[in-house]
């Protein structure tokens, strides 16, 4: 299986930074992605890490470890529009998951005033 | 404009009655998938479908059936409808060229009696 876990909710303050982790339990994967849903809308596409590293995309930024099954999302200079919530997923290569994708069950930011 | 689109938005039956939710891609797409969404659980992936004619059970594929005849409708049949499937249905359709991105359509929120 690929268990992904990710915290509930998390609360931070407009222009503020914060940090949603994700870790998971496979042996093996392609690649982890992050998307982000508000609520009563359909997911959207933000960012996909393959190797380990940070990848950088405006104010948000994607870090995978594939050695430590971990990845986070960076969300900086929070704006009200961020209030959503934040699905990890991974896309799974073994002989159990071979093209089927993944997800945890979000993370929920608040961003208040 | 491409897009991912889903008949029926809203749909409230009955314990029973067949019930079909049609999924629809205009980006040439090979990969499509069916999810449901539940509160605290996430995106499951019910089914999925790697070419025309190929389709694969997700993690949840009890009490559903998929086909895929051609390449851009991936129709999601419910031949007995229980109300524990009950929940928000999004099909999505998959770019393997351009990092995996899934793009959802708008969502089916399916009530059953």
């Not at chain 1, 986070?72 to 934040?86: I, R, T, V």
């Not at chain 1, 002989?95 to 993944?102: I, L, V, Y």
């Not at chain 2, 351009?98 to 969502?107: D, I, R, V, Y």
């Amino acid at each position: 299986g690929q268990n992904i876990d990710q915290p509930t909710e998390m609360t931070a303050t407009e222009g503020a930074i914060v940090q949603i982790n994700c870790t998971y339990q496979t042996s093996g994967f392609n690649g982890l992605f992050w998307y982000q849903q508000h609520a009563g809308e359909a997911p959207t596409f933000l960012s996909y890490n393959v190797l380990d590293g940070l990848e950088e995309k405006g104010r948000f930024s994607s870090f995978l470890s594939r050695s430590k099954g971990y990845s986070y999302l960076l969300l900086k200079e929070l704006q009200m529009k961020d209030s959503a919530s934040y699905l990890c997923a991974v896309f799974g290569v073994t002989t159990d998951s071979w093209g089927k994708f993944q997800f945890g069950a979000g993370t929920q930011v608040v961003v208040t005033p | 404009e491409a897009q991912v689109t889903q008949n029926p938005r809203y749909l409230i039956t009955v314990t029973g009655k067949k019930l079909t939710v049609t999924c629809s891609q205009n980006m040439n797409h090979e990969y499509m998938s069916w999810y449901r969404q539940d509160p605290g659980l996430g995106l499951r992936q019910i089914y999925y479908s790697m070419n025309v004619e190929v389709t694969d059970k997700g993690d949840v594929p009890e009490g559903y059936k998929v086909s895929r005849k051609e390449k851009r409708n991936f129709p999601l049949i419910l031949e007995s409808p229980s109300p524990n499937q009950t929940s928000l249905y999004f099909c999505a359709s998959t770019d393997p060229g351009h990092n995996n991105e899934q793009f959802f359509g708008p969502g089916t929120r399916l009530t059953v009696l």
